[in-house]
């Protein structure tokens, strides 16, 4: 009997490390899926790409993308991988019909646990009808896309609620790169458009010219909205990390020829996670609109505020030494004090904020971004609210990240 309980302990021990690598695998998976969609354009080979990474992560037979159509009144498979998905792909369905409708009319999503919700008669239909199927829902942040779909799980049974998580979190991860590209791709078409209507212009008589003149109008306008949303954060309407570096470029430049300074600032907010998992991400959202309006307030017009992503922020400031720089942190932390109000909750922000100084920390984006984010991490560990960078900082930054 003595011998037993060492036994089962190592066997524990064995599970718990099997359970960690699965994890580590998933992460990875998780990770390398979302930099490979993020830095694709086009919309066919991102929905490749998402069907191929999901059916890896759950594990299953057939991995299927049904997109909501544009009148909203059907929808068609756009991709897929795996057991008879080239028979599937393609087709089109109305939106009353089978697990999809389901899960685009509920915007929820469908899996074997949704059965216990259900009344008998409605439970038994779905039973025979699904049969082994997890589905999520791709929800962009200005429309309902449509759904990540997995069908009988690799080696028989059913798929847990952790291939439903797992599931759920990456379809958060690709949707927004979907509706990205999707915008991308109506971008060129427009493009395209815009080219047709010019070759027109040439054959047409005056009326025609006037009619083409108006829909070339508007398309313009399409154009230049649609090249505002490639540029700009989707969430705060600030800068994304793009047009920052573009700005912080010609910063750089202007600095250089007039012999000026200019500084760069890395901002993080402070226990934002908690925020998410205590409040959930509509109120995380809001709460980093709310600071994107407070960045605005506190700047000059020459200077360019945006968002990286996250809760990070950036930004430059033109004909700005350090001593500049810092009045311009302790502006922003001062910023930070006010409570935010979210609908009935009041949240209290805070800030670290990095800053790097051109020519004297680094000349050239990549190197001074790094430096500001250096110090930022300094300013967080330190909870001193900002920092400069210095170059010993980096041996701390090494060993920080170091296994």
């Keep these: 009997?003595?011998?037993?309980?060492?036994?089962?302990?190592?066997?524990?021990?064995?599970?718990?490390?099997?359970?960690?690598?699965?994890?580590?695998?998933?992460?990875?998976?998780?990770?390398?899926?979302?930099?490979?969609?993020?830095?694709?354009?086009?919309?066919?080979?991102?929905?490749?790409?998402?069907?191929d990474r999901a059916r890896s992560l759950i594990l299953a037979e057939t991995v299927l993308l049904p997109v909501l159509d544009k009148d909203r009144f059907q929808y068609t498979y756009r991709a897929g991988c795996g057991k008879n998905a080239d028979e599937i792909v393609g087709q089109s369905l109305p939106l009353d019909l089978g697990v999809c409708g389901w899960v685009f009319r509920h915007e929820r999503p469908w899996w074997h646990g949704v059965l216990d919700e259900l009344d008998e008669a409605e439970r038994n239909k779905w039973e025979k009808e699904a049969g082994s199927i997890v589905l999520v829902p791709l929800k962009g942040k200005q429309h309902f896309l449509g759904g990540l779909s997995g069908i009988n799980k690799i080696g028989g049974g059913?798929?847990?609620?952790?291939?439903?998580?797992?599931?759920?979190?990456?379809?958060?991860?690709v949707s927004f790169t979907i509706e990205n590209a999707a915008l991308f791709e109506q971008l060129s078409k427009s493009k395209d458009q815009a080219e047709e209507y010019q070759r027109e212009l040439e054959n047409l008589n005056s009326e025609l010219e006037r009619r083409v003149a108006m829909r070339t109008t508007a398309l313009a306008d399409a154009v230049k909205e649609l090249e505002h949303l490639a540029l700009h954060?989707?969430?705060?309407?600030?800068?994304?990390?793009?047009?920052?570096?573009?700005?912080?470029?010609?910063?750089?430049?202007?600095?250089?020829?007039?012999?000026?300074?200019?500084s760069f600032m890395m901002i993080d907010l402070n226990r934002f996670k908690e925020?998410?998992?205590?409040?959930?991400?509509?109120?995380?959202?809001?709460?980093?609109?709310?600071v994107g309006m407070r960045l605005r307030r506190v700047l000059r017009q020459s200077d360019t505020a945006g968002r990286f992503g996250g809760d990070e922020f950036a930004i430059v400031l033109p004909s700005t030494d350090a001593d500049g720089a810092v009045k311009v942190a302790e502006k922003l932390i001062k910023?930070?004090?006010?409570?935010?109000?979210?609908?009935?909750?009041?949240?209290?922000?805070?800030?670290?904020?990095?800053?790097?100084?051109?020519?004297e920390h680094a000349d050239d984006?990549?190197?001074?971004?790094?430096?500001?984010?250096?110090?930022?991490?300094?300013?967080?560990?330190?909870?001193?609210?900002?920092?400069?960078?210095?170059?010993e900082d980096d041996k701390d930054t090494k060993s920080r990240n170091s296994p």
């Design 1 to 51: 009997m003595e011998r037993k309980k060492p036994l089962k302990q190592e066997q524990h021990i064995l599970a718990l490390e099997s359970e960690l690598r699965d994890r580590e695998f998933e992460i990875a998976l998780l990770k390398e899926t979302a930099d490979a969609v993020s830095g694709e354009l086009d919309l066919e080979k991102v929905f490749q790409l998402v069907v």
């Design 158 to 173: 059913d798929f847990t609620r952790r291939d439903l998580d797992l599931l759920t979190l990456f379809a958060n991860q």
């Design 233 to 262: 954060d989707m969430l705060t309407d600030l800068p994304n990390r793009s047009l920052v570096e573009d700005r912080l470029q010609q910063g750089m430049l202007i600095a250089k020829r007039e012999k000026k300074f200019l």
């Design 275 to 290: 925020v998410n998992d205590r409040y959930g991400h509509d109120v995380g959202d809001s709460l980093l609109r709310q």
């Design 335 to 359: 910023a930070f004090e006010p409570t935010f109000k979210v609908g009935d909750k009041s949240l209290s922000g805070s800030c670290s904020i990095g800053i790097a100084v051109y020519p």
């Design 365 to 391: 984006v990549a190197s001074l971004c790094r430096c500001a984010d250096v110090a930022m991490y300094v300013a967080k560990n330190l909870k001193t609210g900002y920092a400069i960078y210095r170059p």
